[in-house]
């Protein structure tokens, strides 16, 4: 991808997601607009607002990321490339707050159920929030100093948190698959390497059909 390419792209959630921190990495001179929902990343795109979308698609313990594969085949967009995140949390609170003030530590459904271990260990309540880093910009607006956020680092520095512990996910594999989406077909050149591509189609409700559909691919060898 072109890392010196401008404009804006879209991505769902508060300002310090790990949408944005996948943003920064492959277009680091884009301007990143954080939307309330998915719905809106792609109602964004498709009036223009922005050039560009980072869409989550699938995490290696979350499983796929369930709203995008229904709204994905009626945007009438492309899938233009990937990015795939190492996705680490961190434990950050107001500034002054020490570990044994927390009483309560809020994030997204996800990120609390990879970071159980901690947790557990402190005896903490955990709070489902909106997301990783309105969470972070939930606990900087609170003002209280027994509540803590689970949030990619980056969400830290936005809101002005102090960081009490890093990388405290359970799992070191945990990675997110991105997809960039856009309103313009952008094919690959021949001879530029190994070519992925995600298509969709709909099979009749027969015994087999799936099968017989995806049979030709096994027959010559595409991965799947």
């Not at 500034?95 to 901690?118: F, M, N, W």
């Not at 005896?123 to 003002?143: I, L, M, N, R």
């Not at 990619?152 to 405290?168: C, S």
Request: net charge negative; aromatic share 8%; with cysteine.
């Amino acid at each position: 991808m072109n890392k010196a390419r401008t404009g804006k792209i879209g991505f769902q959630g508060a300002r310090g997601a790990n949408s944005e921190i996948a943003i920064r990495e492959v277009f680091p001179m884009m301007e990143a607009v954080p939307c309330d929902t998915f719905e809106d990343v792609f109602n964004a795109l498709a009036a223009g607002s922005v050039d560009l979308a980072m869409i989550p698609i699938e995490n290696t313990l979350a499983g796929r990321v369930a709203d995008i594969h229904h709204l994905l085949p009626a945007s009438g967009t492309f899938i233009i490339g990937e990015h795939f995140l190492p996705i680490h949390f961190d434990l950050m609170v107001l500034p002054g707050v020490k570990i044994e003030d927390i009483k309560t530590v809020y994030s997204h459904v996800h990120a609390l159920g990879q970071c159980r271990k901690i947790i557990r260990q402190h005896g903490w309540k955990a709070v489902v929030g909106g997301d990783t880093a309105g969470s972070a910009k939930f606990v900087s607006e609170q003002g209280d100093r027994t509540i803590a956020a689970l949030a990619p680092a980056l969400a830290a520095d936005i809101y002005g948190l102090d960081t009490l512990a890093r990388n405290v996910e359970d799992a070191d594999h945990n990675t997110t698959r991105f997809v960039i989406l856009s309103n313009e077909q952008k094919w690959a050149k021949q001879g530029d390497g190994p070519v992925m591509t995600t298509f969709l189609f709909q099979v009749r409700n027969l015994p087999a059909a799936l099968y017989k559909a995806m049979g030709g691919f096994a027959t010559n060898g595409v991965n799947m």
